[in-house]
């Protein structure tokens, strides 16, 4: 139980750490524009 519930966390954090990624991206390509 403890480890799926870690691995879910880090799960979620990985999701969030690639959407930050997809944003920074977005703003990267808009000011090249």
């Given at each position: 139980?403890?480890?799926?519930?870690?691995?879910?966390v880090?799960?979620?954090?990985?999701?969030?750490?690639?959407r930050?990624?997809?944003?920074?991206?977005?703003?990267?390509?808009?000011k090249?524009?």
């Open positions: 139980h403890g480890i799926r519930g870690c691995k879910k880090s799960t979620e954090k990985a999701q969030e750490f690639k930050l990624q997809d944003h920074a991206d977005e703003i990267h390509n808009k090249k524009t």
